[in-house]
């Protein structure tokens, strides 16, 4: 099977390639990897390998590039071979998949830029041999422009090997849906989904531009190699269907079906919805454990359409998963109350643990009460969108909560409400007109002053973004106390990495484990919210989670740590499956109503991601439709281990 392991090769001819009975649903060839730094690590290697080669036969090779988070620990790494071991770039010809219209190159975002920033800048490739479309040519020449682009890439020889990255549409560079098979290089307009994608970038959405110059789906397709990587479970359903689902310019990362030598380069949440991994009954042999037949029997009930008690031997067969019945010689009714009662034991009212209670089938331990509890949410909005109902019930149940935020989220504040704010204090300093507002006075203006130089696209200074940062921790403030928490049990750690970055480029310091670990020395709690740990790799969420696990694994021998559960909620990064939840708390209509004005207390961003409450009420629906009480809103957890 195309698992990743150290023998196989990445880049090669899918003609060699004979597919196991695992993969036959996938029709691209697909390596899933334990993570996303092994992975590109790995083909960084093969990338160089090629490039030698090359060089010893005095040729050139043609390498197309992608932009995104995704390839940038690839990037990293082939600055550390040309550093470390002498890689040279010398013979390679680039050429950029994309490029936003309407940017000037030395924009912060300009694809140009981040390229620069990215790669070129650190290791020694001619200038004259990297090639990007250019976002800055007048209108009226656009269309010769991309015939010239096409042209450059034919007269290099052709690509030898393009990366890809996938948008959330299901784009390979920006071939939106509706790009044709034959599509190639042109000016595009961009999707709504992918305009909101980029919004954190731009720090706001209206700041992101409408239109882009992107090679074709049949640029792309021409390329001799083709490796597609994707990361975090954000890209497991997109990545599925351009596998396993059907060739159509809804999704042009389908037409690399056609493709001889294409290659998904995943990790393993973003292979997650893959049928080997989703329903891997379907596929082949499993372990009917006990969480593999969770998983079959509550898949077996959504599919159907049948709360699972009224499951009969019939439906096991028709779908499949009749093995699972024959391997345990149980009949239906035995499987489905077994089943109905694992998922039922995740309910619970207690999310800190019911004190005196028999905890034998509770999700948490009814001691010790009242328990530390430790909430981290890597931006301000996170723990609100994950867990505003639980925080509340945690709260009313008597525990003693630290809510800590673990990054200002500053970037994701609106110009307007920094504006508003400047504005107003400006107004109250001419009203009073005393000699001490005039440091208010001047404050006021110098946050105007930047705000207008910046200009449409521009970036904020450190006081602009100290400003926001500290609006948002009204905001904060505020959506605690609607969940019942009091100032004193809010914290925020700011964490270098954020304070200093951007968007898709942050990167985690030691500083920032230090914090971390600072904080678990101080609180040592009896349990854990998380969240992140299967996120895009290089987003706010995973680095934040990434620097509590580092910090959590220095107390791996210390008592309290071993008696502390942690539990991952899910934000923005997507719901757990069914099968998944180990906690479901449920809400009654008037505490979701309480969790949505705690979110909608987060006025000054620009994030428009308030859909939380239809989310709580869906995974709601989906325990109702397994035969569970009926509730209007579920939060959901899982155990995370380490
Ligand atoms: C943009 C780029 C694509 C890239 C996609 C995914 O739309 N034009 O080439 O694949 O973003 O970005 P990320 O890798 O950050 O998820």
Same mark, same amino acid.
């Given at each position: ?33 334990? &993570? ?18 090359? !060089? ?40 950029? *998949?994309?490029?936003?219209?309407? *940017? ?22 001619? @200038? ?35 990366? $890809? ?43 992101? %531009? ?15 190699? $083709? ?39 995943? &990790? ?11 329903? %891997? ?16 029997? @509550?898949?077996?009930?959504? !599919?159907?359409?049948? %709360? ?46 019911? %004190? ?17 509890? *430790? ?7 996170? #723990? ?67 705000? &207008? ?8 200074? !450190? ?14 403030? &505020? ?6 928490? =009091? ?12 304070? =200093? ?19 678990? =020395? ?26 509590? #696990? ?67 009420? =869906? ?24």
């Amino acid at each position: 099977m195309s698992n990743f392991d150290d023998t196989g090769s990445i880049l090669g001819s899918a003609d060699e390639r004979v597919a196991s009975q695992q993969e036959r649903f996938e029709k691209i060839r697909t390596l899933v990897c334990p &993570d996303s730094s092994v992975a590109s690590l790995k083909l960084a290697k093969e990338v160089a390998a090629l490039i030698l080669e090359r !060089q010893a036969n005095g040729q050139t090779f043609v390498l197309g590039l992608a932009t995104g988070s995704t390839p940038v620990p690839f990037y990293r790494e082939l600055i550390r071979l040309h550093q470390n071991e002498n890689l040279s770039f010398k013979n390679v010809v680039t050429f950029n *998949l994309d490029e936003y219209y309407g *940017l000037k190159r030395d924009h912060p975002e300009s694809y140009f830029r981040f390229m620069h920033d990215q790669l070129f800048d650190h290791v020694d490739i001619p @200038t004259e041999q990297i090639h990007i479309p250019d976002g800055t040519i007048p209108m009226e020449s656009v269309y010769d422009y991309c015939l010239s682009y096409e042209k450059q890439i034919e007269e290099a020889g052709g690509l030898d090997l393009q990366i $890809l990255g996938i948008g959330r549409t299901g784009h390979i560079g920006f071939n939106e849906p509706g790009s044709a098979m034959e599509s190639t290089t042109r000016m595009i307009t961009l999707d709504r989904v992918t305009r909101q994608d980029a919004a954190a970038d731009f720090m706001g959405v209206a700041n992101v %531009p409408r239109s882009a110059i992107t090679m074709g789906v049949g640029t792309i397709l021409k390329a001799k190699n $083709l490796v597609l990587m994707a990361w975090g479970s954000n890209k497991a359903d997109i990545v599925k269907e351009a596998s396993e689902g059907e060739i159509t310019d809804r999704v042009s990362a389908s037409f690399l079906q056609t493709h001889h030598s294409a290659v998904f380069l995943i &990790d393993s949440a973003a292979s997650s919805r893959l049928t080997r991994f989703r329903h %891997p009954w379907l596929v082949g042999a499993v372990n009917w454990d006990a969480s593999m037949k969770k998983r079959a029997v @509550t898949w077996l009930s959504s !599919q159907l359409n049948k %709360p699972i008690l009224k499951l009969v031997d019939e439906d096991y067969n028709e779908k499949g998963t009749g093995e699972l019945l024959a391997s345990t010689s149980e009949a239906a009714y035995e499987v489905n109350i077994d089943c109905f009662n694992r998922v039922q034991h995740t309910i619970t009212g207690w999310p800190g643990g019911k %004190p005196n209670a028999d905890d034998s089938y509770r999700p948490e331990r009814a001691n010790p009460f009242p328990k530390r509890v *430790l909430v981290l949410s890597p931006e301000p909005m996170d #723990a609100f969108i994950g867990m505003g109902g639980t925080l509340n019930r945690l709260k009313e149940q008597g525990h003693e909560i630290s809510l800590l935020f673990q990054t200002s989220g500053n970037l994701r504040v609106a110009d307007v409400a920094a504006l508003n704010f400047a504005r107003v204090t400006l107004e109250m300093a001419e009203a009073i007109a005393e000699s001490g507002w005039e440091d208010q006075k001047r404050y006021a203006q110098s946050i105007i002053n930047a705000l &207008d130089e910046k200009g449409e696209f521009g970036v904020d200074n !450190q006081l602009v973004r100290r400003l926001k940062g500290l609006i948002l921790r009204g905001e904060v403030r &505020d959506a605690a106390s609607v969940c019942g928490l =009091e100032p004193g049990a809010v914290r925020f750690l700011d964490l270098p990495f954020y304070e =200093e970055g951007r968007y898709r480029r942050f990167q985690r310091t030691e500083s920032d484990v230090e914090i971390m670990q600072a904080v678990l =020395e101080d609180l040592k709690p009896d349990m854990i919210f998380v969240t992140g740990n299967s996120g895009d790799p290089s987003s706010n969420q995973a680095i934040a989670f990434n620097c509590f #696990a580092e910090a959590w694994s220095n107390f791996s021998d210390e008592s309290w740590s071993s008696n502390c559960r942690v539990w991952s909620y899910r934000g923005r990064d997507g719901g757990f499956e069914t099968h998944e939840i180990e906690m479901a708390v449920p809400m009654s209509p008037d505490q979701l109503e309480q969790k949505a004005e705690a979110i909608r207390k987060f006025m000054s961003t620009s994030d428009d991601d308030l859909s939380t409450p239809t989310r709580n009420r =869906e995974i709601a629906a989906l325990y109702d439709a397994l035969g569970m009480a009926e509730y209007e809103a579920i939060e959901a957890f899982c155990r995370w281990k380490g």
